[in-house]
């Protein structure tokens, strides 16, 4: 059935207030003058409808985080009986609620190691914000009060404040109008092997970014780097599958120089990978500290966390005078903590998990055949997150010229087809729901393809 909520104005009456008084996230003022945005009115499972009643495979999976799949009665009910019960109590200070206590021990339960304690925010920019933050603190109730720089690596994606922007660093994120925080801030070279330097092996290329690090601290000094932040495989900055073994290495150097690592695993959590968290299960690193949001409500209200470690804890409350000066009003809100309980609950009782294990692995194998397409030089990802990336030149892994646009004409041709992906440089990225079935594994792929082929023949 289409959408159409009761009451609904007229779908070009909507286009029309969103295009005359919207300003949507990272708007490109040219297309969005032309072409205006896409309502959506309603969601199931991993499908869309617009407000005309056209129907789409999600293949973004909102952003990164509709985990459990859109349109579930149960977390609507959940969500109605926390806001009629208690819609807000705040949780500065000495202040809790019973969802935020509940939800609190139950990351405790899922995260890995000792990462029993944690500071909720409203999504990921806020949890990577303040977990710099806590870096900072920390080294200075360890006596150290230079050790507060941050090493993170080009082409990652930690949010959209002005810390976390400044910490991540996508090209094209960067202009010139605004002023990034730089000192303290340094960023090492991308674990992309297909972008690697010819004649290195994975190995050796894996080997020298960690030496990268390593000389880095050597100029920097240890004593001005307090945290190393990282997000197991990068997602927004196209989808980076590190080397065998990186992470883990990068790990070991953090440990042998008091770095804490920050996994930022605002989208690698809550199943995307087949785990609750990636960093120890897939890649080998006890993280002191995890970055958490997206699939942890599965997007159907905000939500972010930070996780970080007993011991983190243990030296702060060394010192009984001092304040951790940091926190959200909506820190811990009960309905979004609520939502994030019955979400988990789902997932659990569902094996929402194996299903993506399963599923991830039928995406990458399925998907990997793009890569006979004259266009696409590489499909590359793990689990439920994937991307193609299109070349001009399949040997020199040449990029096209930036104005050919082909990952928006991609992604136009395949939403024409009901299907969506989403463009990124040159990049075409996916990220379905872990309920996504055989069925809709296989529309993906074909529908893309025909896409792909689309766009080469108009280019040619
Ligand atoms: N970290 C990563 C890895 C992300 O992908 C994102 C968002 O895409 C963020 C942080 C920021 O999260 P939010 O948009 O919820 O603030």
């Given at each position: 059935?289409?959408?159409?909520?009761?009451?609904?104005?007229?779908?070009?009456?909507?286009?029309?207030?969103?295009?005359?008084?919207?300003?949507?996230?990272?708007?490109?003022?040219?297309?969005?003058?032309?072409?205006?945005?896409?309502?959506?009115?309603?969601?199931?499972?991993?499908?869309?409808?617009?407000?005309?009643?056209?129907?789409?495979?999600?293949?973004?999976?909102?952003?990164?985080?509709?985990?459990?799949?859109?349109?579930?009665?149960?977390?609507?009910?959940?969500?109605?009986?926390?806001?009629?019960?208690?819609?807000?109590?705040?949780?500065?200070?000495?202040?809790?609620?019973?969802?935020?206590?509940?939800?609190?021990?139950?990351?405790?339960?899922?995260?890995?190691?000792?990462?029993?304690?944690?500071?909720?925010?409203?999504?990921?920019?806020?949890?990577?914000?303040?977990?710099?933050?806590?870096?900072?603190?920390?080294?200075?109730?360890?006596?150290?009060?230079?050790?507060?720089?941050?090493?993170?690596?080009?082409?990652?994606?930690?949010?959209?404040?002005?810390?976390?922007?400044?910490?991540?660093?996508r090209p094209g994120d960067r202009v010139p109008e605004f002023r990034y925080k730089e000192d303290g801030i340094w960023h090492l070279t991308p674990p992309n092997p297909y972008r690697r330097p010819s004649g290195m092996t994975e190995t050796e290329f894996r080997d020298w970014l960690v030496d990268e690090f390593e000389t880095l601290i050597a100029t920097v000094g240890a004593d001005r780097i307090g945290g190393f932040i990282a997000e197991p495989i990068q997602a927004s900055g196209g989808v980076i599958v590190p080397p065998d073994g990186y992470l883990h290495a990068m790990w070991q150097v953090c440990q042998r120089h008091g770095i804490l690592f920050i996994a930022d695993e605002v989208v690698t959590a809550f199943g995307r990978l087949?785990?609750?968290?990636?960093?120890?299960?897939?890649?080998?690193?006890?993280?002191?500290?995890?970055?958490?949001?997206?699939?942890?409500?599965?997007?159907?209200?905000?939500?972010?966390?930070?996780?970080?470690?007993?011991?983190?804890?243990?030296?702060?409350?060394?010192?009984?005078?001092?304040?951790?000066?940091?926190?959200?009003?909506?820190?811990?809100?009960?309905?979004?903590?609520?939502?994030?309980?019955?979400?988990?609950?789902?997932?659990?009782?569902?094996?929402?998990?194996?299903?993506?294990?399963?599923?991830?692995?039928?995406?990458?194998?399925?998907?990997?055949?793009?890569?006979?397409?004259?266009?696409?030089?590489?499909?590359?990802?793990?689990?439920?997150?994937?991307?193609?990336?299109?070349?001009?030149?399949?040997?020199?892994?040449?990029?096209?010229?930036?104005?050919?646009?082909?990952?928006?004409?991609?992604?136009?041709?395949?939403?024409?087809?009901?299907?969506?992906?989403?463009?990124?440089?040159?990049?075409?990225?996916?990220?379905?729901?872990?309920?996504?079935?055989?069925?809709?594994?296989?529309?993906?792929?074909?529908?893309?393809?025909?896409?792909?082929?689309?766009?080469?023949?108009?280019?040619?």
């Open positions: 059935m289409p959408p159409a909520a009761l009451n609904s104005p007229a779908p070009q009456d909507l286009w029309q207030m969103d295009h005359r008084h919207s300003l949507h996230p990272w708007t490109n003022f040219g297309s969005f003058q032309r072409e205006g945005a896409l309502v959506i009115t309603k969601g199931e499972g991993c499908w869309l409808w617009d407000a005309e009643g056209r129907r789409y495979l999600d293949a973004v999976g909102g952003l990164w985080c509709t985990n459990i799949g859109l349109g579930r009665r149960e977390m609507a009910q959940a969500i109605a009986e926390q806001a009629e019960r208690l819609a807000f109590s705040n949780t500065f200070v000495d202040m809790a609620n019973d969802p935020s206590a509940r939800l609190a021990a139950k990351l405790a339960a899922l995260a890995p190691g000792d990462l029993n304690r944690v500071m909720f925010t409203t999504g990921g920019s806020t949890a990577v914000d303040t977990a710099v933050r806590m870096v900072a603190y920390v080294q200075s109730c360890l006596g150290q009060p230079s050790k507060t720089g941050i090493v993170a690596r080009d082409h990652s994606y930690h949010g959209s404040t002005y810390l976390s922007q400044s910490v991540g660093k087949g785990h609750w968290f990636a960093s120890r299960d897939l890649f080998d690193v006890q993280p002191d500290i995890i970055c958490t949001a997206k699939g942890l409500t599965s997007g159907y209200i905000p939500l972010g966390a930070m996780i970080f470690s007993d011991r983190l804890w243990s030296i702060m409350e060394q010192d009984p005078d001092r304040w951790f000066t940091a926190g959200f009003t909506y820190s811990g809100h009960p309905v979004a903590c609520a939502a994030a309980l019955k979400n988990i609950e789902i997932m659990e009782r569902e094996d929402l998990l194996t299903n993506a294990t399963r599923m991830g692995a039928l995406f990458q194998s399925r998907l990997k055949r793009l890569e006979d397409l004259p266009l696409v030089g590489q499909v590359r990802g793990r689990g439920l997150m994937l991307c193609t990336e299109n070349v001009a030149d399949k040997a020199t892994r040449e990029p096209l010229p930036d104005g050919v646009n082909e990952s928006k004409r991609i992604s136009n041709a395949a939403e024409a087809m009901g299907l969506m992906v989403r463009p990124m440089a040159h990049l075409n990225v996916m990220s379905p729901p872990l309920t996504i079935t055989e069925d809709e594994v296989d529309f993906i792929a074909t529908t893309l393809e025909k896409a792909i082929r689309q766009v080469t023949d108009e280019l040619v």
